[in-house]
């Protein structure tokens, strides 16, 4: 039991970081019709995602008229899984994209276009929190758990030429 005014802050830090090296082919179309314009673009790269997963926590204890005492680990992080952990995993991400364009000038043109991005098997810092607590079965854990990752993209524009 602690004196009353203690205040017990406990952090729980969770970060990524994906550093992909690969290859990529890509396939675009163009066409022209009247005043319109269109281009597509597929892509695909293959290769290794470097993955680091740094986990860190504390617990501080601030009571009034005490010395405040601070420990590792937090209510999800613990000697088990607390530190920087990094793994390589193959990965291919596709890309998607189409452009159309009006020209209402000579020299002028309105374009939109749209992008879809999609990685496979990305790790993502919400996914790795082990929410079993302490215990003897040495929770929680890295789990190096993956999730797919999907981004889409509206651009919009007006491309002016001289």
């Not at 992080?77 to 209402?104: M, Q």
Request: aromatic share 10%.
């Amino acid at each position: 039991h602690y004196p009353d005014g203690t205040a017990a802050p406990i952090v729980n830090q969770f970060n990524t970081r994906k550093q992909f090296n690969g290859g990529t082919l890509v396939r675009q179309w163009h066409g022209n019709c009247g005043v319109w314009t269109w281009q597509t673009m597929v892509s695909i790269s293959v290769g290794n995602m470097h993955e680091t997963l740094f986990v860190n926590g504390s617990t501080t204890i601030a009571s009034p008229g005490q010395t405040t005492q601070t420990t590792a680990g937090g209510l999800f992080t613990a000697d088990s899984n607390i530190g920087r952990h990094t793994r390589n995993e193959f990965t291919a991400i596709t890309e998607f994209g189409l452009d159309l364009g009006y020209r209402f000038s000579p020299c002028t043109q309105l374009n939109i276009g749209y992008t879809l991005i999609y990685i496979n098997d990305v790790i993502q810092p919400a996914k790795n929190i082990d929410t079993s607590i302490g215990g003897s079965s040495g929770h929680p854990l890295v789990a190096f758990q993956h999730s797919d990752f999907l981004v889409q993209g509206l651009n919009l524009g007006v491309t002016r030429g001289f």
